[in-house]
């Protein structure tokens, strides 16, 4: 009995401290910038066509800055939503306006990226901000 009673102790200090040292070690949160207004979007890929044949793909990288904490949190929310409407967008654009021999617009990538967060937020408010358009060409 006495043994068991030991063992059952010795197990429990064992546990107990690693325990308490899970919660004081949280994992480094990489942010990108030190604006409490931006939200981050993971970078939207898009296949280039030329000839009815896949050619390369279109990558975009974008942020969104949304100064109103209240909209900031329904863009938030509704990020799922947003990047399913990028990804539709990109998608159109990538197939019937990227050119292999050109740079593509990005200007006009911005201008629809920004109607298309307009819309599905319902307002204006939300800023998108252009980090990155590259493409790769297979062909």
Same mark, same amino acid.
């Given at each position: 009995?006495?043994?068991?009673? #030991?063992?059952?102790?010795?197990?429990?200090?064992?546990?107990?401290?690693?325990?308490? #040292?899970?919660?004081?070690?949280?994992?480094?949160?990489?942010?990108?910038?030190?604006?409490?207004? =931006?939200?981050? !979007?993971?970078? &939207? =890929?898009?296949?280039?066509?030329?000839?009815?044949?896949? &050619? @390369?793909?279109?990558?975009? @990288?974008? @942020? &969104?800055?949304?100064?109103?904490?209240?909209?900031? +949190?329904?863009?938030?929310?509704?990020?799922?939503?947003?990047?399913? @409407?990028? !990804?539709? +967008?990109?998608?159109?654009?990538?197939?019937?306006?990227?050119?292999?021999?050109?740079?593509?617009? !990005? #200007?006009? &990538?911005?201008?629809?990226?920004?109607?298309?967060?307009?819309?599905?937020?319902?307002?204006? #408010?939300?800023?998108?901000?252009?980090?990155?358009?590259?493409?790769?060409?297979?062909?």
């Amino acid at each position: 009995m006495r043994l068991k009673f #030991g063992f059952t102790l010795i197990c429990l200090l064992a546990i107990v401290p690693s325990a308490f #040292g899970a919660e004081e070690k949280k994992a480094a949160v990489h942010k990108v910038t030190q604006s409490a207004s =931006y939200l981050m !979007v993971d970078p &939207i =890929y898009a296949t280039i066509v030329r000839s009815d044949r896949p &050619i @390369g793909l279109l990558m975009v @990288g974008i @942020g &969104i800055d949304v100064p109103d904490e209240a909209l900031r +949190n329904e863009a938030d929310r509704a990020m799922p939503v947003l990047r399913d @409407g990028y !990804v539709r +967008n990109l998608m159109a654009f990538a197939a019937t306006a990227v050119r292999p021999a050109q740079q593509p617009d !990005v #200007g006009l &990538i911005a201008e629809r990226l920004q109607r298309v967060t307009d819309r599905i937020l319902h307002r204006k #408010g939300a800023r998108v901000l252009l980090a990155q358009v590259a493409m790769r060409l297979t062909h």
